[in-house]
Structure formats: structure tokens, C-alpha cells
């Protein structure tokens, strides 16, 4: 069955490190995006991406980084510059057409500081 | 900009009553609207969307979501509520601009079923 791969599924991050949140989906989707989740927050949107080598900064892209060399791979780097990267990450993908195509999502990945 | 407010952030409700979560939206053209169902440590799934046409529009496990343009609602309803609806639900609405199409999501409300 087609769908979105997060891995790991729980990771854990070192004062001063950067740490590799890893997204694939075989779902032929145009379009990627990485979420934040926060208790009472709801999600918001941190990178995204409609074509291969190409993304745009989301609402809160500070102390991310991310890449699309491959359809279907997008992942995101969590940098040391991200002060409170406590949370849960969430990829999701899409047709990259207009904004009525429904977003799928994978399973997340939830990341705490040692 | 668009935004999605969800104003009950926690709702309890018996198994087999009714149930009703509220979603108010604001933004300046026809949206485009989503419900999704969130499980605890899982991702999101779509639970019905509109886009147009019939205001009144049916998703899956039994909800159903009313568009009101006039009050910018789209409220999500099911009629007899199971242990396992459970969860958190998410309201968004969609946008696409020439740099791709984006969600808002709504804070989430969080159901909580009692025997």
C-alpha cells in the first residue's frame, strides 16, 4: 500500500547537535511538508516543498533545514540553532495542484532532548 | 492571512450521545476545508473536506460537516458517538498560491468519551 514513512519513530538530540528526521512517501506526491506539533498548539508548518530542488521557509523555519533532491524524500535537520526542538514532528504530502488536494500524513517522529 | 479557530479545546461526551466539534475559519476567498481525526502518537487522517457545491458534506466513521458561509463555520457532527472516536480532531483550511498550496490547522479539540 502507498503511503508516508517516518523513521525513527522517537529520537534524541544532545546539546549542540544536529540530528536527521527522515521522510519517504510513494504515493507519487508533487508537494512535502514538515510540521511541528505542540501540546495545545496544533501544527504548524515549518518547511515545504512542491518540486524536487526546491522548498519554501514554512512559519516557523528558524533552526531547520531541510532538502528534496528526490520525489520521494524530504528530510528535515533539527540544527543545534533550534533552541527547543522538543516535539513532534509530522511529514505529509500531496498533489502539488490546488489547494483543494487533501494533505496525507506518516506516522511522526517525536524528538526529546538528552 | 487565513487562520482556523477551534474554540472548545477539550470536549467530554457520553458513548451513543451526539456530538458536535466547532470550527470557525477566516479568510478572503471560497476555502477550501478539512477535517482530520488524530489518534494519541499517530498522525493525522482525513476525516471529510469541501470544497464546494452541497454545503453538507459526509466523511467517514459516520461524521458529517455543515459549511456556513455566512457564520464562516464548518462544524463537524456525529450523531451517536463510539468509545473509539476518541482523539483529537483538527479543522484546517487550504490555500494555494503560487508558491504552493499550504494548511492552517485549528488548535485541535481534544474528545473525550465516557462509558
Known amino acids: 500500500d502507498g503511503g508516508i514513512t517516518q523513521s525513527p519513530k522517537y529520537l534524541f538530540r544532545k546539546e549542540g547537535q544536529n540530528v536527521t528526521l527522515s521522510c519517504e512517501q510513494n504515493l507519487n506526491h508533487d508537494a512535502m511538508y514538515w510540521y511541528r506539533q505542540d501540546p495545545g498548539q496544533g501544527l504548524r508548518l515549518i518547511y515545504y516543498s512542491q518540486i524536487v530542488n526546491d522548498f519554501q521557509k514554512g512559519d516557523i523555519a528558524e533552526g531547520y533545514s531541510v532538502s528534496r533532491e528526490k520525489k520521494e524524500s524530504f528530510p528535515l535537520t533539527v540544527t543545534s540553532a533550534q533552541k527547543n526542538p522538543t516535539a513532534f514532528y509530522l511529514c505529509a504530502s500531496n498533489k502539488a495542484d490546488r489547494g483543494n488536494q487533501p494533505q496525507h500524513f506518516g506516522d511522526g517522529t517525536r524528538l526529546s532532548i538528552l | 492571512a487565513q487562520s482556523v479557530t477551534q474554540p472548545d479545546i477539550h470536549i467530554t461526551v457520553s458513548e451513543g450521545a451526539s456530538l458536535e466539534l466547532r470550527c470557525n475559519y477566516s479568510?478572503?476567498?471560497?476555502?477550501?476545508l478539512f477535517w482530520y481525526v488524530q489518534s494519541p502518537g499517530q498522525g493525522l487522517q482525513l476525516l471529510l473536506k469541501y470544497f464546494s457545491g452541497d454545503t453538507l458534506v459526509q466523511g467517514i466513521k459516520g461524521f458529517e460537516a455543515e459549511f456556513k458561509r455566512s457564520q464562516s463555520s464548518f462544524n463537524l457532527r456525529k450523531p451517536s458517538v463510539h468509545w473509539s472516536d476518541a482523539a483529537e480532531y483538527f479543522c484546517a483550511v487550504g490555500t494555494f498560491k503560487a508558491a504552493g498550496n499550504k494548511l492552517t490547522f485549528g488548535g485541535g479539540t481534544r474528545v473525550l468519551v465516557k462509558p
Open positions: 479568510y478572503g476567498a471560497t476555502p477550501y
